[in-house]
Structures are given as C-alpha cells and as structure tokens.
C-alpha cells in the first residue's frame, strides 16, 4: 500500500478502499463460495456481484476523468503564467528603451554647450544620466527574467505534460485491462450457465427415460451417456469460470489497492511540482526585482544629490562673468545752456546753427543721426564676431581670447604626443626593418609638422590679440552710454565736435568709423552668433567611466579618478586616447584602455 498525502488523491483512495471493503462484507454476509475461489449458491448471487463490480468500475473512471482535467487545468495555468512573464520582459524592455531615447533627445545641443557650466544646467545632465542608469536596471529585470524564468518554465511545462501524458496512458492502459478482465469474467459466467442449464436437462432427459418402460435399454443408456457428457461439460465450465473469476477479483484487488493507486500518485505528484514551480517562480521574480532595488534607489540619490549642487549664487558669478562688459562707469551728463547760444561770424567761435554752405555738418539732435547707418551698440551686436573678437566688450574678448588660446594649445599638445609616438615607431622601424619601413612615416611627420606650424602661428596670433586685449582694458573703454543726446557746444581754434553717429576722422586716416549711440527700445535685439560653432567645438557623443585613476603628465591630457564620471567629445582615432570632458569643464584626452565608454548612437532604435 502506497502512503499518499491528504488532497483529493487520498480521499478518492479511501473511497474506493470502502467501496471494496463494502462489497467484501456483503459477498460474506450471503455466503458466496464463488468469491473465496469455491461454487457459488446461485446464478443470481453470481449476478448480483458481477454488477456491483461494473458500478463500482464505472465510478472510479469518472473520478480519474476528474483528476485528469485537473492537472491539465493546473499545466494551462502554468503556460498562462509563462506567456504573463514574456510580456512583462516585452514591457520592461520598452520601458527602458523609450526612457533612453528620452534621455538622449533631452542632452544639450550644441548650440547650448555653454549652458553646461551653469549648475542648473550640471544638475539637470546628472539627473539625465541617473535616469539612463535606471533604464538600464529594467532591462536587467527583463533579462534575467527571460534566463532565469522563462526558459526554466518552458522547459517545465514540455516535462510536465510528458509526465501526464505517460501517467494517462497507464491509466487508460490499467483501465483497459480491468474491463477486458470484466468482460472475460462475464462470457465465462454465461458459458457455464449455459452449459449448466444443458446439463440439468439431459439429466431430467435421462431420469425420465429410464422411468419410461417403453423404451428401450439401449436408449436409456443414450440418454445416460447425454446426461454424463453434459454434466462432464458443466464442470468444465464451472472450473473455467471460477479460475477466471479468482484471476479477475486478484485483478482488481490490485487495481484498487497498487495500479490506481500508483497512478494517482504519479498525478499528485506532477501536481506538487507543478505547484512548486510555481511558487519558486514568484519567489526568484520578486528576488530579481528586489536585487536592482538597491540600484535605483542609489540612482535616485544621485537625483537628490544633483539638485542639491544647483547654486544661484555660483550660476551669478558666471552670468556677470560671460556679459561682463569691461567699460567704465559713464560720467555725469554736462548741463547745456542753450541761452548762450550766438551766431559770430569770429573763426574762433563755432556757429551752433548748420547753414546752406556748409554741408558736412549735420545738426546734432536726435533727428540728425537720421539717414546714418546706426552704430554703437546695435552694430556690435549686428555684426558677426571678427576673426581677434574686435566688435564686442573687452572683458568677452578676453575671455573668448583665452578659451581659444587654450583649445590650441590642447591641440598643440595632442599633435605633439602624435609627433613623440611617430618618432618612436620609426625607431622601432630603423631597428627592426621586418616590422616596417621607416620611410612611410616621413610623409606622416611632415604632416604633423606643417600642422604644428599652422598651430604654433595660430598661439601667436590669438596671443597678440588678447594682449591688445589686456592692454584696452587695463586703459579702461569709452562706455557706449556715454553719449549726449544733444549736440556738444565747445569751441576750439578751427575744430568742432561731430554728433553721435556722424564720421569723424583720427590722425588724417581715411577710414572713418561710427561713433555708439545708445540703441532704441523698439528695435529688435538681433541674436548673437553661436560661439561654439567654430572649428574648436567638439559635440557630447557619449558619456564615460574612469575604470582606473590616471594622473596627467603631457600638456593635452586630463587626470581622472576611479569611477569618475566624463562626457566624450570625441573618440580614438587609433593612437589610444580619447577626447573627454570633466564636470568642472575642462577638456583633453585620457587613456582609451583607462575609460569604459558608452555611446549615445548605440541606443538608437
């Protein structure tokens, strides 16, 4: 006897067991010798029990139908719970994706580059790439859900089904051999009572010929002879019925107590697996899920830690540092007397009035500046940046000066580690001929060195400027607010004082240039010209990790830290570095094999 679990298993075993047990008690009580392997008392006893058999038969397969449906409701759910995992997988994946291709729609242009140096600006990119980090977590929960799970309950559904389908057949085939046991057992009860009833009569056959005086000796002994044979075929028959019926109880003592029953545990069985699977199948998603917890959590603290590097003050000091623009204060606005006005005809007084002949003065007024080309600030403003920045204020013009001169001489730096590690190959070369011919790296230096020439006078040139630079500020400019609205009367020997806006001539040069008037409200501002869409910019192409320290000892290079977090501008070209830049802006190359980088054109989709 098998030792099953309680469930519904074991309560339909011990159904069945009482229903045996019944039917044992009842064969007992009527006192069949058919049933203990001897004759039974009546063919209506035999009948009786026959059918009880079939009832109690025909039950059992209804409950096993039962049973059946009940594992393959349990494997369907399974399936169901497989196809609910791959579209969260489907979701979580396109979660992450959209998210990315957020954050990569939302980076600076280049066109806003500058705005990087604003705290805001640093807070808002932090919190960018923390938003990319977590996007990578959800495809971390998607993946290890598709290795971890998915393939583990595919694999499991195809096992249980095998399993059931196995158990099933066995089932089907013990079943099958119980009604053909069954059907055995009922031809031979019918035989023997057929060849029973032919006995009783040749028996009655043969008493009432012997009882007839009229027939015959050797008719009675015929009618002997039938009656013998047929009772020699009744017992024939009644011992074949009753082997067969001895084989079909052993039969189905063993049908109800070792073949069902061994079938029903190989269901229960695949059903706790199943149910187990289950379970541990929610258990390892919640451990998946709970495993990047800590990641975004610490993701959402770099969030926190982002806003809270945002500082007014600091994004002050760079605004009033980016517009400051170098002029002095301007003075206080002379009163003008216009009762002092006289028109003397003396050549050592300045007539105030313009007249007929002279027709190079205009009047000094607001309306006099019309018809002029307007200057001052709004022609600065109005005009693309010159090559040495001559047309805005002075403290821009240094500073755009300088951050030129420092890209140069970043790039001077690079050329000249270039020039070192050609040098040092064609060493190699001259030494070892068999790894290359020193004379293809000629063509390759000269090129450098026409670039580094190119380089050098570019220093030289940006660095005459910023001193003339230097040299107008420490002068101190002519503020462009500084001009009287009305016409300067002052009178010297054989000069005047020309209005705002009119042509004035300095030391006899023929070029002449506008004087600043103070610009209108009503007139449009036109937009300044990007300064970072020159030939020095470099655009954010991906973001990086520093996997080592590294500390910089050529000009060009920038020292880093482990784990410290970088934009790349621009990527190896083959000699083994790679262009970044730091949170504190500043800009140069670090080691390729130093750096594990990530590039935004990967995400695309």
Not at 391 to 396: E, K, L, M
Not at 409 to 437: C, F
Request: proline share 4%; glycine share 6%.
């Amino acid at each position: 006897m098998l030792n099953l679990e309680n469930g519904i298993f074991y309560m339909l075993y011990v159904k069945l067991v009482k229903m045996s047990r019944s039917n044992t008690l009842k064969k007992q009580k009527r006192s069949s010798g058919l049933w203990n392997g001897g004759m039974p008392d009546s063919n209506d006893q035999v009948a009786v029990a026959l059918k009880y058999r079939y009832i109690c038969f025909y039950g059992n397969c209804d409950q096993y139908e039962s049973v059946g449906k009940h594992t393959e409701k349990g494997i369907e759910f399974l399936e169901k719970y497989y196809h609910f995992l791959k579209k969260r997988c489907d979701i979580e994946n396109t979660y992450a994706s959209d998210l990315k291709r957020l954050v990569r729609n939302f980076q600076l242009k280049k066109k806003e580059e500058d705005d990087a140096q604003f705290t805001w600006a640093k807070g808002f990119l932090d919190m960018l790439k923390e938003v990319h980090d977590m996007a990578g977590q959800h495809e971390v929960i998607a993946e290890n859900t598709q290795t971890q799970l998915l393939q583990d309950i595919q694999k499991s559904v195809a096992e249980l089904k095998s399993d059931r389908r196995k158990l099933l057949q066995d089932g089907a085939k013990i079943q099958s051999q119980m009604k053909e046991s069954l059907r055995m057992l009922e031809n031979a009860k019918r035989n023997y009572e057929k060849k029973f009833s032919d006995s009783e009569r040749a028996l009655d056959a043969y008493k009432k010929a012997d009882a007839d005086i009229n027939l015959s000796r050797a008719e009675v002994e015929k009618q002997r002879s039938i009656s013998n044979k047929r009772a020699q075929e009744a017992e024939e028959s009644k011992n074949e019925y009753a082997a067969q019926l001895q084989t079909t109880n052993q039969f189905q003592r063993d049908y109800y107590t070792t073949n069902m029953p061994q079938v029903f545990q190989g269901l229960q069985d695949l059903d706790d697996r199943r149910v187990t699977k289950i379970k541990t199948v929610i258990e390892t998603s919640a451990n998946i899920e709970s495993n990047v917890i800590p990641i975004i959590k610490t993701c959402i603290d770099g969030m926190t830690k982002a806003s809270n590097s945002i500082c007014f003050d600091e994004d002050c000091k760079i605004v009033i540092e980016r517009y400051r623009t170098g002029f002095p204060i301007p003075g206080d606005i002379p009163f003008e007397d216009l009762s002092c006005k006289q028109n003397v005809n003396s050549n050592n007084v300045i007539r105030t009035s313009s007249t007929p002949d002279n027709k190079n003065t205009k009047s000094g007024t607001m309306g006099g500046g019309k018809g002029r080309k307007r200057g001052g600030l709004f022609k600065l403003f109005a005009q693309p940046n010159k090559e040495d920045f001559s047309n805005i204020p002075p403290a821009q013009r240094k500073a755009k000066l300088m951050k030129r001169i420092e890209e140069i001489r970043k790039q001077i730096a690079h050329e000249t580690a270039e020039r070192e590690g050609m040098i040092k190959m064609k060493e190699v070369y001259e030494s070892n001929p068999a790894l290359g011919d020193p004379n293809s790296i000629n063509k390759k230096m000269e090129q450098n060195a026409e670039k580094l020439n190119q380089l050098q006078s570019e220093m030289k040139k940006n660095q005459d400027y910023l001193a003339d630079a230097e040299r107008d500020m420490s002068m101190g400019g002519r503020h462009p607010s500084n001009e009287s609205l009305t016409p300067s009367i002052t009178s010297t020997e054989g000069t005047h004082t020309p209005a705002p806006g009119t042509p004035v001539q300095h030391h006899n040069q023929q070029e002449e240039y506008y004087e600043p008037v103070e610009e209108p409200q009503n007139e449009p501002e036109q937009e300044l010209p990007d300064p970072d869409t020159d030939e020095f910019s470099y655009p954010v192409i991906g973001s990086c990790r520093a996997l080592y320290p590294f500390d910089a000892i050529n000009e060009g290079s920038v020292s880093m830290q482990e784990n410290e977090e970088m934009w790349v501008l621009e990527q190896d070209q083959g000699d083994g570095w790679t262009r970044v830049r730091k949170n504190d802006s500043s800009e140069g190359f670090v080691p390729t094999s130093y750096v594990q980088c990530h590039y935004y054109d990967q995400d695309a989709v």
